[in-house]
């Protein structure tokens, strides 16, 4: 599996954004060229955990999980079919930690979108670390592909 390309700016954009919603986890996703292999832009949205709206976690407040809900939802759909799709969806944890849990895998399996993801540790003021993750068949599971320490 190869990793989408994720530049320097657009990862400093998300550090920024995981700082600026600390201690909340914070959601969004990376959108570029179809037939490109990196991302160009950032799409902040808002983490409707805060309402606890979470699919398979509502118990959970938004310190601790992350959704994307409503006409947010809707628009990162929708944008599939333009020609600068999302091809990565990114969210924090703050427990300063970058890993999959198996709640993040729960919600990557259903509805499932041709997606990769970008999990960003946090804690008060710093940013630990940065993992990214695919869909493997071979491992019928996502599997980490790329991590970063700022």
């Not at 979470?54 to 939802?73: N, Q």
């Amino acid at each position: 599996m190869t990793p989408i390309v994720i530049p320097d700016e657009v990862r400093a954009w998300v550090y920024a954004h995981a700082l600026a919603t600390f201690p909340e986890e914070c959601c969004g996703y990376l959108t570029g060229p179809r037939a490109g292999d990196r991302v160009d832009t950032a799409v902040a949205c808002r983490n409707a955990q805060v309402d606890g709206d979470h699919p398979v976690a509502p118990y959970r407040s938004a310190d601790t999980g992350f959704v994307i809900a409503g006409a947010e939802l809707l628009r990162f759909a929708r944008a599939f079919d333009t020609d600068q799709p999302p091809r990565v969806v990114y969210h924090s944890h703050t427990n300063g930690r970058a890993y999959f849990s198996e709640i993040d895998r729960q919600m990557a399996d259903g509805p499932s979108y041709p997606v990769q993801h970008l999990v960003i540790g946090v804690v008060a003021g710093a940013i630990t670390e940065l993992a990214q993750f695919a869909w493997s068949e071979a491992e019928r599971d996502h599997v980490e592909i790329a991590r970063w320490q700022p």
